[in-house]
């Protein structure tokens, strides 16, 4: 059976730990030779256990300068720039009278800012290799109103803004972009503290499917989305959230 990634290079940011991490595996055993970042040094671990199909950054995403650097780094890696997971998030919730200016900032600084810079420094490089796929982890609150969780809520939805109207300005140079919405994934940005492992086990009794995702179920969608069987698609929404949007 043929490699879905094949020839591909791909940027995954926020690939430390998690569904970053689960993605860079999956893209390597599909073919892809990946540039994988985060601001956590397991990024570096990581990257060397994948071989000579990965390299790695300690890569700070709202950070232009440090963008341009990550990319220059993969195009003399590997000499060009296919595909970029915008996957870097964090998420803190609190009501909005507990939410302070410099969590709301934070948010924006990783989530919103850090999006919008790696579309930026990726599409020269996509544009000269006549194409590329953009995918960008935006979540099920950046599709519908959830309680206490303002500023990451804010971001998403302004990824999921953003990934319509660059789905059209980057059409014509061949360079698709995608949002994935995920509802509830366990993973350690969620289920790190006790306060959110509270708050995901209330939100997991809404789900009708009856379970928390894993990031099995979002690996696959980011994977379908990255590679040429996904061509004719752009500007989705592509939601996996066991119908708790129903």
Do not use: C
Not at 25 to 36: L, S, T
Not at 88 to 114: D, M, R, Y
């Amino acid at each position: 059976m043929a490699k879905r990634l094949q020839g591909k290079v791909a940027i995954i940011t926020g690939a430390a730990q998690g569904q970053g991490a689960h993605e860079a595996k999956a893209f390597v055993a599909e073919g892809a030779k990946v540039m994988i970042t985060d601001v956590k040094a397991e990024v570096l671990d990581l990257a060397k256990s994948l071989g000579d199909d990965a390299r790695a950054m300690i890569h700070d995403v709202s950070d232009e300068d440090q963008w341009q650097a990550v990319v220059a780094a993969a195009i003399d890696a590997f000499g060009k720039v296919d595909i970029l997971v915008n996957n870097a998030g964090i998420f803190s919730p609190g009501p909005v009278t507990e939410t302070s200016k410099a969590t709301f900032v934070a948010h924006f600084n990783v989530n919103q800012l850090g999006t919008f810079l790696g579309i930026k420094s990726v599409v020269p490089a996509m544009k000269e290799n006549g194409g590329g796929s953009i995918v960008n982890i935006s979540s099920g609150a950046g599709q519908r109103g959830y309680p206490d969780m303002v500023a990451y809520q804010a971001t998403k939805y302004a990824v999921t803004g953003m990934t319509k109207g660059l789905a059209r300005e980057l059409a014509p140079f061949g360079i698709r972009v995608n949002s994935i919405h995920p509802g509830l994934i366990e993973t350690p940005m969620i289920a790190g503290p006790e306060g959110k492992a509270d708050f995901m086990v209330e939100i997991a009794k809404t789900v009708p499917l009856g379970r928390i995702g894993s990031t099995d179920d979002v690996v696959e969608p980011v994977i379908y989305l990255a590679s040429d069987m996904s061509g004719y698609v752009t500007g989705s929404e592509m939601t996996m959230d066991g119908g708790t949007g129903l």
